[in-house]
């Protein structure tokens, strides 16, 4: 039977919430996630996370940052899992449970359902075009026990209104944030790289088809053969990695080529680029790898697709090209290198906006007052 709600009556200082994530993998929502937790409990909430699946290699981090990690185990949402995590959810007792992504925000807003906890909140970090309609009605029906769904773009909000169906009274817009870049310079991080020789072009993401990688492959046939051989780096892993390495070394008179695979220090590597490349070709919900080049004063060349064109700002902090065209790709990242001028001042004005826009301080506050804009809401109702 299910337990009855418990009255939504804490302080926001005295706020328990409870994040819940797949797993804890190396990827934008985790660090999403990690840097909510880690400003949320300077502010003085209280904040667990719960994995529905496994931990990996961020829990670790957040757990030395003192916030607490647990592991469900389930492997789907079946009503044996659900029931298990809303058991789990009966013992934290917390006021809010986050939740992100599909699977976590089936698992989760039917658990905090079940085992009555005050507020549920969604939080949308993609547009999932892959979602069947069955999915689709699915997340439709569970909008209703959500009291706000968390969008990181424009864009996402819209994907969520107009193909999902989510009623617009629940969204909300908080672009995602980052804390201020470490303090490495542009010896540093080439130095971290075996001193390439410039021109270094970036690619930060992990390797799945619509990540587009292939693209700036292509690309690099189109750049002109008078300019310096440029090194392109890549920082990421999955499934595409063997397809990208093959095509890599079809085109290695033509570029030095680095995979470099998943890096926790890719921050670190940014200043040693003069351009970082996003060429996505759909699904991008945000681009966080975008401010964090934008951070490191870096101008971004990236897909005009989903919420990218909300994050670079085209002319000013970097270049949007049309997706899956290697040949307006490869005009963008060329008008770049050949300009330096215009590559700092793009790299100064990034900056400014991403300290000005996207700082994780900022999104913790944003969010705080939503979850208190729930709290009342309900009071009320």
């Not at 026990?145 to 864009?155: D, E, G, T, V």
């Not at 892993?237 to 570029?255: K, Q």
């Not at 060429?279 to 897909?303: C, K, N, T, Y």
């Amino acid at each position: 039977m299910r337990r009855g709600r418990r009255a939504a009556g804490p302080t926001m200082s005295s706020l328990r919430v409870v994040h819940l994530v797949e797993t804890l993998g190396i990827g934008g929502l985790e660090r999403v996630v990690q840097s909510l937790a880690r400003h949320a409990r300077t502010r003085g909430l209280d904040v667990e996370i719960l994995c529905a699946v496994r931990g990996g290699p961020v829990a670790a981090e957040i757990e030395a940052s003192g916030t607490r990690v647990r592991v469900l185990g389930v492997m789907g949402y079946r009503p044996r899992d659900i029931l298990r995590a809303a058991r789990v959810l009966g013992e934290m007792k917390p006021d809010v449970v986050h939740s992100h992504g599909h699977f976590a925000g089936v698992l989760g807003r039917a658990a905090a359902w079940w085992s009555g906890v005050p507020i549920t909140v969604h939080h949308l970090h993609t547009m999932d075009t892959t979602l069947r309609e069955r999915h689709r009605r699915l997340e439709r029906f569970l909008a209703r026990l959500s009291h706000l769904i968390l969008c990181c773009s424009r864009a996402v909000a819209d994907h969520a209104r107009h193909v999902v169906g989510i009623p617009e009274r629940l969204l909300r817009v908080v672009p995602n944030g980052i804390d201020p870049p470490p303090a490495v310079d542009r010896g540093e991080a080439l130095e971290s790289l075996g001193r390439p020789a410039p021109p270094v072009i970036g690619c930060v993401a992990s390797f799945a088809p619509h990540k587009g990688q292939a693209v700036l492959l292509r690309a690099v046939d189109y750049l002109r053969p008078d300019r310096p051989l440029p090194t392109l780096v890549f920082v990421g892993d999955g499934p595409e990695r063997a397809a990208l390495e093959a095509l890599a070394a079809e085109r290695s008179r033509a570029a030095r080529i680095l995979f470099l695979g998943e890096r926790r220090d890719a921050r670190c590597l940014l200043p040693a680029f003069d351009v970082l490349v996003i060429p996505s070709l759909g699904r991008e919900g945000f681009g966080l790898a975008a401010i964090e080049a934008m951070d490191a004063a870096v101008p971004v060349v990236a897909s005009r697709v989903g919420g990218l064109p909300e994050v670079v700002d085209d002319g000013r902090t970097g270049l949007l090209v049309p997706p899956g065209e290697p040949a307006a790709l490869a005009a963008a990242i060329g008008s770049l290198l050949d300009r330096p001028e215009l590559r700092h001042a793009m790299g100064a004005e990034g900056r400014r906006q991403v300290t000005e826009r996207f700082r994780a301080a900022g999104l913790a506050e944003h969010i705080e007052n939503l979850y208190e804009e729930a709290i009342r809401a309900r009071r009320a109702a």
